[in-house]
């Protein structure tokens, strides 16, 4: 009988322990949203936790799709037999590039800020066959370059009639025929050396490859918002590039540009609990300019519930824009479809556009013959999951072109057939695709099942604690019951 007693007693012992964890679980998860507290560890940015070593070194590289535009009919251009300049496009170029994190830094304002360094690595296997061994043929960035500035900002005879000289004696040509590599990568001409080494300040960099140019430099650093102190809408928002608060490599009239990086996010890291209406100012380094996204619709992207951003339809309409510094470009006006880049590029005429002028028509096209819009292909899209703000494709397109200005008759007769043309070089894709089976397997746990999960735990915790107590009660009972047995026993013993 003393066993069962003290069997009982054990057994009683563990039925309490048990209505108390499942009452205090349940309290818990009843008082407390689970999702809620991870999106908080989230913006903490805490080591180790499964988004900020994703953060820090993400599985998945950026996507560099390269398409650059041949001339196909640069001799009949030149003399003028046809009006039109005749493109094809050439590609696809792939590159995986590679991010790090690095030199990460908690400030004691809840503020983070590291060094984000790329690598780039040629993807063969999704580029066109033998594609940068390729010869093509592109106008000259570097003759029609100095060209823009000469023409732009020198007036003077003799200065644009030497450039003529070095054009002739240099045997630099209007039109290049090179590897598709060099035109991406080692783009190097005599008047680009000797312009160079004459004056750094007119052109900087003596290396006038595209892509060189484009993903210049290779390496940032940021500093951003985390924690709890700056409000969810402000998670991870910028507030310096390189300690500036405007964008690099701009002109310094900020009285006349809103360069402001402030409040604009990197792409990496979005705010959590995205809602349709929040307003998203992102920023990348080789756009070299803030631009807004908006909401466009619900989708479905990895097998989770996403929002689809499209870029806000005034970013390449300029006329009606009171930010007056891109509308100009060495004194030329860029007409609706083309944003100026010249005062991010050192004055280098360059504008940029959606990829073959999607969505924008004028006389500016008129000289240009093998464009060939298509709004699948050339229009940017971004999947953001709204729940936790990580990126799951982010699909960026925009295209490169020279803007020329009224060429001066003083120069080579050759260079006035690009007079007040808008001529295409490129157009880039850059795509983060997150397809990372543990980060999407982790999402989908915590958006999807968790708040299905815990309404059932809770109910199951509940019946627990119910039937603890139950057994409990039955146990106080029995114990009674031997108790008063027991001294019933001992009474009739003493008789």
């Given at each position: 009988m003393e066993n069962t007693s003290r069997r009982n007693l054990n057994c009683l012992r563990w039925q309490i322990c048990g209505l108390l964890v499942s009452s205090i679980s349940a309290f818990f998860l009843i008082s407390y949203d689970i999702l809620e507290l991870i999106i908080q560890e989230r913006m903490k940015m805490r080591p180790s936790l499964p988004f900020y070593e994703f953060w820090k070194e993400p599985p998945v590289p950026v996507k560099i799709t390269t398409y650059l535009f041949a001339v196909t009919n640069h001799k009949e251009f030149l003399n003028g037999s046809e009006s039109k300049l005749k493109i094809e496009e050439v590609g696809p170029i792939v590159y995986k590039r590679y991010i790090k994190q690095k030199d990460i830094v908690f400030d004691v304002n809840s503020t983070l800020s590291f060094t984000t360094e790329y690598e780039n690595y040629f993807d063969e296997e999704n580029s066109a066959p033998g594609i940068l061994n390729k010869t093509i043929i592109i106008p000259s960035p570097v003759a029609l370059t100095v060209a823009s500035i000469i023409n732009s900002k020198i007036d003077n005879y003799y200065i644009r009639k030497m450039y003529t000289f070095l054009?002739?004696?240099?045997?630099?040509?209007?039109?290049?025929?090179?590897?598709?590599?060099?035109?991406?990568?080692?783009l190097n001409t005599p008047v680009l050396s000797t312009v160079t080494i004459a004056s750094k300040w007119f052109i900087p960099r003596t290396n006038g490859g595209m892509l060189f140019n484009a993903l210049f430099p290779s390496k940032h650093r940021y500093n951003v918002n985390i924690g709890l102190d700056h409000g969810r809408e402000n998670f991870f928002k910028i507030?310096?590039?390189?300690?500036?608060?405007?964008?690099?490599?701009?002109?310094?009239?900020?009285d006349r540009c809103p360069f402001s990086l402030q409040g604009a996010f990197e792409c990496t890291s979005f705010s959590p609990r995205i809602s349709k209406t929040t307003a998203i100012n992102t920023y990348h380094p080789h756009i070299c300019r803030t631009y807004p996204i908006v909401f466009k619709k619900e989708t479905k992207c990895e097998n989770l519930n996403c929002y689809e951003f499209e870029m806000k339809d005034d970013f390449f309409k300029r006329h009606n824009s009171s930010e007056g510094c891109y509308k100009m470009s060495n004194n030329v006006v860029v007409p609706d479809g083309l944003v100026d880049f010249s005062q991010c590029t050192y004055g280098v005429p360059i504008a940029v556009s959606q990829p073959h002028f999607l969505g924008f028509d004028g006389p500016?096209?008129?000289?240009?013959?093998?464009?060939?819009?298509?709004?699948?292909?050339?229009l940017s899209k971004y999947l953001i999951e709204p729940v936790m703000g990580v990126p799951i494709d982010l699909i960026g397109r925009i295209q490169s072109n020279m803007i020329m200005p009224k060429i001066h008759k003083s120069l080579d007769i050759h260079l006035d057939r690009f007079?007040?043309?808008?001529?295409?070089?490129?157009?880039?894709?850059?795509?983060?695709?997150?397809?990372?089976?543990?980060?999407?397997?982790t999402l989908k746990i915590v958006i999807d099942i968790l708040p299905v999960v815990i309404?059932?735990?809770?109910?199951?915790?509940?019946?627990?604690?119910?039937?603890?107590?139950?057994?409990?009660?039955?146990?106080?009972?029995?114990?009674?019951?031997?108790?008063?047995?027991?001294?019933?026993?001992r009474k009739s013993d003493v008789l």
């Open positions: 054009l002739d004696n240099l045997r630099d040509d209007i039109f290049l025929n090179r590897t598709v590599y060099d035109c991406l990568w080692n507030n310096s590039l390189n300690n500036q608060e405007n964008i690099p490599h701009q002109n310094e009239k900020k500016w096209k008129d000289n240009i013959d093998g464009l060939k819009p298509d709004e699948e292909k050339h007079s007040e043309m808008v001529v295409p070089m490129f157009w880039l894709e850059v795509r983060f695709h997150m397809n990372d089976p543990f980060i999407l397997s309404p059932i735990v809770v109910v199951i915790l509940l019946v627990s604690a119910i039937s603890f107590a139950v057994g409990i009660r039955s146990k106080l009972r029995s114990h009674k019951q031997y108790i008063y047995s027991l001294e019933q026993t």
